[in-house]
């Protein structure tokens, strides 16, 4: 293993409490190089000066408070965490990271990747467009068009345009539950995200991508329709055929990732694109895998800056 000199100095956003960023730690550390852990949520700024980016962090990853540190000031800095909040702190944290970057910071993922992948609609508006396969889609706020969508594609998936880990996703055959669930959600103001259901055999595959290339991949298996590990789905190892890798990369490349976590399905024998995650998580993909995942994302990010 490569060991760098200490003063090359990574920033990870996150928690301490995270198993990704734990994992960063250990693999960046083990290379020699120093690691910040920055609160996504204590980044205070300064104006007019130019590079005044502080953060407050009071969870260190050693325990002990740190001092507010000028974020502009490391080599790279690793997005773990994105918590939600209000409109105006989200988009605020998205700004910070946008300034940061027109300074030179190097942001692995990108802000603007981040914003592609954290929103459904626009991910897979992003991937139709670029000609890939992506499931049948109707995105509405009326609630006549959502019905219809149901009438249309007999059996649909509503999913939130903000959720990870299947959260929130709701499998409807019928017009009497689509009406029922329809109207909760217009009582919130939500958006209609609508799917039309693929048939599969309980099961799909992540496939992870780093630098443009597929690095691992797993098979996802449940007893039910959704294949998420955190709804009960167990993993295996999987080695995808050119047909997966192409076009797990092609979608990290016309979304521009750094890193990706890529949902493939296959459904009556051709695969669709259901998810693009940008701040993938690869806890149940490492337990099935013979690489170091976060050694590989290290490794890359210091390639990147121009340190091995």
Known sequence: MTVLSSKTTIGILGTAKGPHVKALTIALEGMGVKVKLIDPQKLTSYMPQSATFLAESREALDGQAQTPENIKNLDALLIRSLPGGSLEQVIYRMDVLHRLEKQGLMIINSPSLLEKTVDKFYTTALLADAGLPVPKTIVTERFDQ????????????????????????????????????????????????????????????RLFVVGGEVVSAMRRQSNYWKANIACGAT?????????????????????????????????????????????????????????NIAEVIAKYVLRKIGRI
Do not use: C
């Not at 007999?154 to 499998?171: A, D, E, I, Q």
């Open 146 to 205: 959502a019905m219809e969508a149901v009438r249309k594609f007999g059996r649909v998936v509503v999913k939130p345009l903000f959720g990870s880990l299947g959260k929130g996703m709701v499998l409807i055959e019928d017009p009497d539950t689509a009406h029922r669930v329809f109207r909760a959600l217009e009582l919130g103001n939500y958006v209609y995200y609508l799917q039309g259901f693929l048939p599969h055999d309980n099961g799909d595959y």
């Open 235 to 291: 993993a295996e190892p999987y080695h995808p055929d050119s047909v997966m890798t192409e076009l797990a990369v092609r979608t990290a490349d016309i979304l521009q990732a750094d890193y990706l976590g890529v949902d493939i399905l296959i459904s009556d024998g051709k695969p669709y694109l259901i998810e693009a995650n940008g701040i993938p998580g690869w806890t149940g993909l490492q337990s099935v895998s013979n690489i």
